[in-house]
């Protein structure tokens, strides 16, 4: 029975940023609980990748190629993986990062910080990132009274991080949005729900955590001072929470909420 309650099996499941190493991790696991699962991104390259990693480990993927900032290309990605699968029952939103003119340099000046910079990393996190994935696909999870939707925030989100200022702001921006959509849905049948990562190298942020020889930058090692398990997190660590927040049974009653990934970062105020 237990078992039972993590088995996807039936589920078909989209997983935006599943080219990436974190979206990439939470594919895996979508697809080994028995999911089909449908990597987006844009590099035709890395999908496919993802799909022969995914395929050989037994699974059932496809790649579908997708520009997040575009509502006509995603709604075209949605209508292939309908076509073959049929309706997406689990939303993955793991697209998203940030810009090198929306990060404030050491001793930079916040009053100068471009608009433009600042509207680019909104775009690409809320609006890109999470909006246009939940009307598209979220329309259809509504018609047919289920589905999972599983944004992705950010420990920015909840203690903003210096110099990453617009990142910052819009990470809390998905988490105010993924609230508020779930009250809205809550009695369509569908959830909504965010997973909000700790400290995680990969290929976005792993220049600012460790050197070249592997060992921490000085931001880094200020890190992982500040995180009681000592350590950064593994992409495989997001696993868990993923096919629990996906599971129609495990997680039939949880909508609206924040599960926070992180190693104990955020219980430390000193």
Not at 101 to 124: H, M, Q, R, S
Not at 187 to 192: E, F, Q
Request: proline content about 4%.
């Amino acid at each position: 029975m237990a078992f039972d309650l993590f088995n996807l099996s039936g589920e078909v499941a989209a997983v935006f940023g599943g080219t990436g190493v974190l979206g990439g991790a939470m594919a895996d696991a979508l697809a080994a609980a028995g999911a089909k699962v449908a990597v987006i991104g844009r590099s035709a390259e890395r999908g496919q990748e993802a799909v022969r990693r995914i395929e050989g480990a037994g699974g059932t993927a496809m790649f579908v190629a997708a520009d997040a900032m575009s509502k006509d290309s995603i709604a075209a990605a949605r209508d292939a993986i309908l076509a073959k699968w049929g309706v997406v029952t689990v939303l993955v939103n793991g697209a998203g990062g940030n810009k090198p003119e929306a990060t404030i340099p050491p001793g930079g000046d916040f009053c100068k910080l471009p608009l433009e910079g600042w509207a680019a990393v909104f775009d690409l996190n809320l609006v890109g990132g999470t909006l246009l994935p939940c009307q598209v696909f979220g329309e259809t999870m509504v018609k047919a009274g289920k589905g999972s939707i599983i944004n992705i925030a950010s420990i920015a989100s909840i203690l903003p991080l210096s110099r990453v200022v617009a990142y910052s702001a819009s990470k809390a921006a998905v988490l105010n949005l993924t609230q508020w959509l779930a009250r809205e849905w809550a009695t369509k049948g569908v959830r909504v729900n965010a997973i909000t990562p700790g400290f995680f190298p990969a290929e976005q942020n792993r220049r600012m955590l460790m050197k070249e020889d592997g060992t921490y930058t000085e931001r880094g090692q200020a890190i992982i001072g500040h995180t009681p398990m000592g350590r950064f997190g593994q992409a495989h660590e997001l696993a868990g929470v993923t096919v629990w927040l996906a599971s129609p049974k495990a997680a039939s009653f949880v909508t609206g909420q924040n599960l926070v990934v992180d190693g104990g970062f955020s219980s430390v105020t000193i």
